[in-house]
Structure formats: C-alpha cells, structure tokens
C-alpha cells in the first residue's frame, strides 16, 4: 500500500522512455496460468503479473501507443505494437540458427544467417572500439541486410524447422539490425532477461508464483521498487523506511525521476 504511488510512478517512467526492454515468463497465481513480464530500462524496471502474454497485457504498463524503441524477442505480441520501432534479440536468433545447425549441418542458408548475424555483431563491437565511424556503421547495417534479404529469396528448405526459421526471419526483418543504425540500442533483450532471473529463483522456490492475487500485486510493487533502486545505486533499506514510515503513501524523490545520463 505505502509504495503502490511509487511503483506507478516507475510505470510512467517507463512508459516516457525512448527505449524499452521487455521479456515475460510463466507464472503462477492461486495455482492457475499467468505472467510475469518485466519492462526495463537502464534506470528502471517495472515488473507486471498479468493473466496473459498478449497485446492487452503489455500495453498496461507501456500503453498501446508506445512510439519509442521496443527491444524485445521474437515473439507475435510484441510486433503488434506498430507505434513503436523495434529491435529483436540477436542471441535468440543465433540460438536457433546453433540447433538447427547441429540437427542439420549441411543447411548453407542457416550457416550464411548465421555468418550475417555474427558479422553484424563484430561491426557493432569494432565500432565501440573506435575502428569503426558512425557513418561505416549505417553503411555496414544497409550490406547487412542487402545481405539478409538476398539469403530470403533463396528457395525455401524442404526441412519444415528452417521454413519456419526463414518465415520467422521474414517478419522480423525490420526489426533484425537497427542497432546498426542506431548504436545507443542493445542488439539483445539481455537487459529484460536479467531483471527476470532473481523471478525465476524465486519460482522455483515458491511453488510456482503466488498463492493469492494480493500477493502477487505486492510482489510486483516491492520487486520493482527493489530493482530499480538497486539500478540506481540507492539503499534500499533506507528507502524501505523511507516508505513505511510516510504519514500517507508517498513517491520518494528518488524514485521520481531517473538519474541524468552522462
């Protein structure tokens, strides 16, 4: 109840920032099927427990008409925010491109995508070394994916795993290398992903989730303020107190506003 204006607030933090990081995972309330989502940012992250993993149930905390940079995985629900721009994690593109190569390792499109990918990330990494200028960067991100869409026309597989994997591609492909042309974006969702592990110990140890929806709206309330403030570098048992010992439910100043970036 004290902190309930604070986590609010985080939402609108969140909600107001140009680049967003999402993931959700399984999760448990009174025994029956939820989810856990995270929406993070380099200053703050707001957990949400919501009975599905659709549209509806992201746009809850980031809104429906989010028009900053979605950086998320692949899957269906985040593309249907056509407001945003979008980023989709690398790793869980390379992911797929390692297990479809080791089932069948005589696929040359799943290899070259493979080499794209790869190539793509050693550009981003040159460039953060100061080898490579920004203007050599946007103009690598354009070859990338000359190079990505000629490996898309290629006739598709007869295997029906790498039809899907080349489908799935094809969608996403706005999507695959804007960090090459915008070099403040993460080429992963590792942000979100890592806001997610501390849940996921937590599942394990507690039975799946949450045994009451109260709960399960205290933990995401207190788990947000705790995650933020450790982002923040604040102590967090003296914002605790800070809290609880507020004659009536307060945002405290630190929490408000992000810290300035330098």
Known sequence: RQARPTYHALCATVRGSPVVTADETSWRVVADQQWL?????PETTVYAIQPGRGRAQAATVIGGDYAGV?????????????HAAHQTCLAHLLRRCRTLL???????????????????????????????????????????????????????????RVRRFQHHLTVEFAAIFSFLFDPTLDATNWRAEHA?????????????????????????????????????????????????????????TSLRTPPAVH
Request: hydrophobic letters at 40%; charged letters at 20%.
């Open 37 to 41: 989502w995270a929406f993070v940012t």
């Open 102 to 160: 080791l089932d069948y390792p005589r696929q040359p499109f799943v290899a070259a995508v493979k080499a794209t990918l790869q190539g793509a990330l050693a550009t981003r990494d040159a460039y953060r070394a100061g080898t490579v200028s920004a203007h050599g960067l946007a103009v690598a991100g354009g070859h990338y994916l000359a190079r990505l869409g000629r490996l898309l026309t290629r006739t598709p597989s007869r295997r029906l």
């Open 70 to 82: 979605l950086v998320r995985d692949g899957w269906q629900s985040y593309r249907q925010f056509t």
């Open 196 to 252: 997610l592990r501390p849940a996921v110990v937590t599942r394990k140890m507690c039975g799946g989730g949450n045994r009451t929806a109260r709960g399960a709206q205290t933990q995401q309330v207190l788990a947000s303020v705790l995650r933020t403030a450790a982002q923040r570098g604040l102590d967090r048992t003296h914002l605790l107190a800070q809290l609880l010992h507020a004659r009536t439910p307060t945002v405290p």
